[in-house]
Every structure is written in C-alpha cells, then in structure tokens.
C-alpha cells in the first residue's frame, strides 16, 4: 500500500517538472509536437528506472560500505553519462524501431537534471532498493505525462494570438504554472 | 588585453547573453530555489564559485585535455567544485543548506556552467575565461536576486526575512507554490523581451 502511494505521489503529486522543477530544459524545448514528446517521456522513464537501479547499488555497495558518500555526485554523474552511452549503443544493436523512436533524445538526456535528481532525492531520502525503483519508474512516467500534456497545450497555443514578447519560452512558462496551479489539486491524496 | 574589451566581456554576461533571461539556462535551480532571497543568493553564490573556479581550471589545461573525452573531464572538474561547495554549506550554513535540498549537488547539470566550458573557456586564455566566468555569474545572481525579491514580498511580505509589507498586505500564497515560480519567470522573460527590443530600436 506504501508502495502504491509512492508511485502515485511521484506520477501526481511530487511531479518531478511541476513540483521539483527538474527537466525543464526537455519540458520546454521537446514540448513542440506530442510524438517527440511522447518519445522524450520514453527515453526518460528508461533511463530514470535504470538509473534508480545503479545509482542504489552503487551507493550501498561500494560508496556507504567505504565511507566514500562525499564521491556521491562525481560518480552519479560518471555512471549516468555512461550508462546513457550503453543504452544506446544496446537499443542501436537489439531493437532499431525503438531506437528510430528514441534516437536524437538519449544523449540529450545526459545533461538531465531530472535524471541526477532522481539519484540524489532517492538517496536523500533514505529510499529501500525497491522504493527507489518504484520511485525511480513513477518519476519518469509523471514526466511523461507532464511532457505530452505540455505539448498538446503547445499545439493549440500555435493557434491562438499570443502578445509579441509572451511567444515562445513566456507563454510555455506561463502555461507551466497554470499546469502545476492544477497538479496542486492532488496534494490532499497522499497523507 | 584592451580595457574596454574587459568591461564588454564582463557587461555580456549581465544583460546582452544573460544567461536566464536571455539565453534561458539554468533554468530549474532558478525556478526551484527563488521562494526566499536567502536561498536564491546561496544558490547564486555557490553557482558562482563553481563557475569561477572549473573556468579558471578548464582554461588553464585546455591543452592537456583531450577532444574526444573533454565533456567527462570537463564533468569530473566541475563535479569536484560542486562537492566542495556542497560539502562547504553543509558544514558552515546547515539551514540554508537543508533548505536547498538536492539543488547543491545539481549544480553538477546546470547548464550555465557546461555551457561556458564548452563555449568559452575551452577557446580563450585563463585572463578572459575569468572575465567572462565572473560576468555570467553576476547576471545569474542579478537574476535569482530579482525572481526571488518578487516571490518573497509578494508571497510572503518579507524581504530576507524582514517583514515590508505593511498589516494590510495578505500574502499571495501561490508565489511561493512551483505555480508562481514559474508565472513570474514567464512574465519577466517577456519584460526582458521588451526592453530589449525597445533598445534596439534606440540604436
């Protein structure tokens, strides 16, 4: 039941772009169309589940065990970077329609923030290996949807008469905040 | 180097390549830590020396590093400044640093700062790549400074925790809510647009 609650509260309520403000850079750049943002979404939730399952192991295995906690963030970092390049090159070599899908996106989710978050909140918050997956997949699938609810709000908007200088960034922020005014309504569910 | 050619590099990074307002990097520690100007001003301090510090590191090896592995070498230098200005809060300011959360060690992705490497320091002598370090950090401070003056006074009625809103004020709850955060930066992103196009049509 925990379980659920924290899954739920990571889609919903703790939405890593309206509440943690992480992965802004892919929420406003890759928001234009809905399939690259459903693409985007993807890529992100892949990688933040492998993440949360690496990022844990390395943490309790080799960095708590040799009191090495202060070389949290160089070696999250190093393994996302490289744990990105794996991927891939893995989903190049077994699967070429879901890399075609991905492509273009998985590098650019190196430089994430939302993926390095993952990893650091997961560990601020003492999570146990399974809540931390399910923390890790939640997440990801909380971007998604705010991603993909962005982009069909952005493929209307290119219709509607936006003032000269809102166009662009100002208006998406704009709508961003109306977005997460509304995401709020969920925070009477958990607790 | 000319002194003039100083003064442009550094006013750059103030308002014509701003890094918030005008080239939009940074975007989620400026989103996420304006609630309070305390924390804006930690965040843009410690942004700062990270800045400062991996420029004046990456300029002076540029020649050592090799090409094809420069963003990883130039990750782990700036992954190191991090820790130590995370490390640093945490043993000096523990509030603030307890307040900031996990935005100290993700300084570690902000853009602003790879960004800088990749783009300047990575080309130009340590002289200019501090220059331009120092100017880029000042224009991130000027803009959390501003972001987080306006949601503090208007969400809570304090600037750095002094009550300046006379008793009739009521707080606007929802600038402290993400919601604010990012209707403010909307706002002032399309301010900046205005009063740059109104200097360009000045020159």
């Known amino acids: 039941m925990e379980l659920l609650a924290l899954f739920i509260s990571a889609i919903l309520v703790n939405n890593f772009v309206l509440y943690y403000f992480l992965g802004i850079c892919p929420f406003l750049g890759v928001s234009k169309k809905i399939d690259s943002a459903f693409s985007m979404g993807l890529a992100v939730t892949f990688v933040m589940t492998i993440t949360a399952v690496f990022s844990w192991l390395i943490n309790h295995l080799i960095l708590i065990p040799y009191g090495l906690d202060y070389l949290q963030i160089v070696s999250f970092i190093l393994v996302i970077a490289s744990l990105v390049q794996l991927v891939e090159m893995f989903i190049r070599k077994i699967s070429p329609p879901l890399y075609q899908a991905l492509g273009i996106y998985l590098p650019l989710i190196t430089t994430n923030c939302a993926i390095m978050g993952l990893a650091l909140i997961a560990v601020l918050n003492n999570y146990s290996f399974v809540e931390t997956v399910i923390f890790g997949v939640g997440s990801g699938l909380g971007f998604t949807l705010a991603i993909v609810l962005m982009a069909g709000i952005r493929e209307e908007l290119d219709l509607a008469d936006v003032p000269e200088p809102l166009k662009g960034a100002g208006i998406a922020l704009i709508v961003a905040g109306i977005m997460a005014l509304a995401f709020n309504g969920f925070l009477g569910m958990i607790k | ?203």
Request: charged share 10%; hydrophobic share 55%.
């Open chain 2, 1 to 203: 180097m000319p002194a003039k050619s100083i003064r442009a590099e550094y006013l750059k990074g103030l308002w014509q390549e701003n890094p918030v307002f005008r080239q939009l990097l940074g975007m989620c520690p400026t989103l996420a830590v304006t609630g309070a100007v305390i924390n804006g001003i930690a965040m843009g301090l410690a942004t700062s020396f990270v800045l400062i510090f991996s420029s004046l590191v990456i300029s002076s090896i540029k020649k050592l590093i090799p090409s094809q592995v420069r963003i990883a070498c130039y990750v782990v230098i700036i992954a190191t400044f991090v820790t130590m200005a995370d490390r640093f809060l945490a043993a000096f300011f523990l509030p603030i640093s307890k307040s900031l959360g996990p935005y100290v060690p993700l300084i570690v992705v902000n853009c602003i700062i790879l960004g800088r490497q990749e783009a300047f320091s990575s080309k130009n002598s340590v002289g200019r790549s501090l220059i331009d370090a120092l100017g880029m950090s000042s224009g991130f401070v000027l803009a959390l400074l501003i972001l987080s003056s306006i949601r503090e006074i208007l969400g809570s009625g304090t600037f750095l925790g002094h009550q300046v809103m006379g008793a009739w004020f009521k707080p606007w709850l929802i600038m402290i809510f993400p919601s604010g955060a990012f209707i403010t930066l909307g706002i002032l992103l399309a301010i900046a647009l205005v009063i740059e196009s109104k200097a360009k049509q000045r020159r």
